[in-house]
Each structure stands twice: as C-alpha cells, then as structure tokens.
T-cell receptor, first 116, second 113 residues
Framework: GAVVSQHPSRVICKSGTSVKIECRSL??????MFWYRQFPKQSLMLMAT?????????EQGVEKDKFLINHASLTLSTLTVTSAHPEDSSFYIC????????????FGSGTRLTVV | GESVGLHLPTLSVQEGDNSIINCAYS??????FIWYKQESGKGPQFIID?????DKRQGQRVTVLLNKTVKHLSLQIAATQPGDSAVYFC????????????FGKGTTLSVSS
C-alpha cells in the first residue's frame, strides 16, 4: 500500500532556531500534501494544504511566514518552523494524496517538536 | 463552523467485548468518511472507510455504519483486544479532490484483560 515517510520523528530545538520536517511519499506521487498539528489530547488540526509546484494554502490563524511549506516535487514536501518558540511545541503530521479517489490520504508517522 | 465530533471522550471495555464508538458530523455535503486509530506518539492509522452511497461496510473485526439522516457514524469493533487500545478519530471529506480531512475530537478506547 501507499507509504508516507516523515522525518525526523522527534526533534528538540532552542527558541529562535528553525526546524525542518520532511514528508516523502515512497511509492506514489503525491499531488497534494496536508500538514496537521496536534496538541496533547486534542484532535488533528489542519495547518495548510500544498499542491506540487504551487504555493501552499494556509488555514485561518496559521502564520505562513512562520510555517514555511515547500512542495517542490511529487514525492517531497517540507515544513519549516521558523524562529521556533515553546508554544510551537506540538506533534506535526503530514498526509499525502495522489491518484487515489477523493479524500483518501496516507499519513506520516508524525514529528514531535519540543522547543526549549 | 462545520465539524465532526465524537460523543464520548473515553470508552473502557473488557477484552473480548464488542466496542462501539460514535461520531456525529454536521456537514451534509460530506461524501467520504474514515475511521482512524492513533497510538501514542504515532500518526493516524487507517481502519476503515465508507462513502455516502453506502450505510454499512465491514472489515476484519470492524464495521462502520453511516446514518445520513441523522448524520451519524459509528465504528464497531468485535472481540476487542488489548492491542485495540488507542485513540479513535472519525474524519470526513467533501466530494472534492484535494480537500483535506476534517477530524473529530477522538475517543480513547481502553481495553482491560
């Protein structure tokens, strides 16, 4: 089946630094990738949608200059958290949709970001 | 706004019992529904899905029921096992390519031996 690889699984960074998270579709072409954020004991909240070769579409309240998304190829999307602060500490999850029928997405394993 | 929600935040069952996890959705335009299982520190794992032209779909030990009249979705797990302990989310999607899933709040299922 479709596999999405997300790295790193855990990262600890200092306040003010930037962190890059990668999301790769291993055996299919992901025309659309989604980035979610999940705080403890809460649901997944969509941050942004990116289509290959286009600028990402951000959800209301998500700062596009802080959460930089690049989807330069059909198999790779990256999320960069710039100038990270402790409140950015969260679980970040990507999902990818390709040629599957509407709505079907495959999720990555998530990245636990801790900003100290 | 429109959202998908679950009725109970937690559910505790004994091993071998059948579990039923419920979800109410509000977007009548949603065409596709999925149940996910999420274990601690991991991404969501697909369990089963159903499209709006169906009212029931069965998998291995799991059944999803869809009642469009009352906008209700449920996940039934037969002979629940300790390995089924996790958080379960329902998610919905409108009939539009490239649209993200909307997740409900999640139900934590605890299975005791």
């Amino acid at each position: 089946g479709a596999v999405v690889s997300q790295h790193p699984s855990r990262v600890i960074c200092k306040s003010g630094t930037s962190v890059k998270i990668e999301c790769r579709s291993l055996d299919f072409q992901a025309t659309t990738m989604f980035w979610y954020r999940q705080f403890p004991k809460q649901s997944l909240m969509l941050m942004a949608t990116s289509n290959e070769g286009s600028k990402a579409t951000y959800e209301q309240g998500v700062e596009k200059d802080k959460f930089l998304i690049n989807h330069a190829s059909l198999t790779l999307s990256t999320l960069t958290v710039t100038s990270a602060h402790p409140e950015d500490s969260s679980f970040y999850i990507c999902s990818a949709a390709g040629s599957q029928p509407t709505g079907e997405s495959t999720f990555g394993s998530g990245t636990r970001l801790t900003v100290v | 706004g429109e959202s998908v929600g679950l009725h109970l935040p937690t559910l505790s069952v004994q091993e071998g019992d059948n579990s039923i996890i419920n979800c109410a959705y509000s977007n009548s335009a949603s065409d596709y529904f999925i149940w996910y299982k999420q274990e601690s520190g991991k991404g969501p794992q697909f369990i089963i899905d159903i499209r709006s032209n169906m009212d029931k779909r069965q998998g291995q030990r799991v059944t999803v029921l869809l009642n469009k009249t009352v906008k209700h979705l449920s996940l039934q797990i037969a002979a629940t096992q300790p390995g089924d302990s996790a958080v379960y989310f329902c998610a919905e999607s409108p009939n539009q390519a490239g649209t993200a899933l909307i997740f409900g709040k999640g139900t934590t299922l605890s299975v005791s031996s």
